[in-house]
């Protein structure tokens, strides 16, 4: 166990903080938040019992969406965090009292490294990883008021183009629950692109069990929000990460007028 002025710590002097942030002065009203951004594990907990393919794979992070997310924080002048250890230690978008919150099981591997975890241990891993990133999601949006400047949550994922044997068709999906502006338009913004399968609550809708980030970041400050899930495999190459990108910088900027229009954009 790594120590600190005598506390019992996870995060050692070799592991990076979980916390990373893209174009802090970006002046976009869009926020953009990444909770699967990274696959690292605190070197405390080893390989978590996993060989390196699974450590690869989808059920560890967000395949794609990092490139994506840096792009278009960069394309829309936006500031974007993101939360670098494996969603496999902790899963920054789900409530820390759910099973998935530190899966044993996550599609159909087992984790060894979280099987039978002490409370102790799951407090620890909460207390240096899921809460400096959610604390600092909300300070910034704190910051963000306290300037005048408005925000719009829009959270980054990618999802698996098959779950459980099962293929899922679209190509990028919305993904909502309590804001009824954001994503109407979004949604027919990517019909309207005339190539896309789009999801409408698909692959995943959001609820405040299977959900944190967008429930209480977004609904319970009362923030205009999305969700965005963008399927793994259009995004597993840097032209891949670009093309996709490019269309939501183009999109999200024709949208933010809109809400403009709407009365929807004040801090
Ligand atoms: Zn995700």
Redesign the pocket.
């Known amino acids: 166990m790594n120590s600190a002025n005598g506390t019992t710590v996870l995060l050692g002097t070799e592991d990076v903080p979980p916390v990373h942030e893209y174009n802090a002065t970006g002046r976009s009203p869009f926020f953009l938040t990444?909770?699967?951004y990274g696959r690292l594990i605190p070197r405390e907990l080893g390989d978590l019992g996993l060989p390196e393919s699974e450590l690869k794979r989808h059920i560890a992070?967000?395949i794609g969406?990092a490139g994506v997310a840096e792009r278009l924080s960069k394309q829309l002048d936006a500031h974007l965090i993101v939360q670098r250890y494996s969603?496999l230690v902790i899963d920054c978008?789900r409530p820390p009292h759910v099973a998935s919150s530190i899966p044993r099981i996550s599609e159909a591997t087992s984790v060894p490294g979280n099987e039978g975890i002490s409370s102790e241990a799951a407090a620890m891993r909460r207390a240096e990883i899921f809460d400096p990133y959610h604390r600092r999601v909300d300070a910034i949006i704190d910051a963000r008021r306290s300037a005048g400047l408005p925000t719009v949550l829009v959270s980054?994922?990618?999802?698996t183009p098959v779950y459980a044997g099962i293929a899922r068709p679209w190509h990028i999906g919305t993904l909502y629950h309590r804001d009824t502006h954001l994503p109407p338009l979004l949604l027919k913004s990517l019909r309207a692109e005339g190539d896309l399968v789009v999801g409408d609550n698909e692959p995943y809708a959001v609820s405040d069990d299977t959900d944190y980030t967008i429930p209480v970041h977004g609904e319970a400050r009362g923030l205009i929000n999305t969700g965005i899930?963008i399927r793994q495999d259009l995004v597993a190459d840097p032209a891949g990460e670009k093309s996709w990108a490019d269309r939501l910088t183009r999109i999200l900027g024709e949208i933010e007028p809109l809400l403009q229009a709407q009365g929807l954009l004040s801090a």
């Open positions: 990444c909770d699967h992070w967000d969406i969603r978008n980054l994922h990618s999802f899930e």
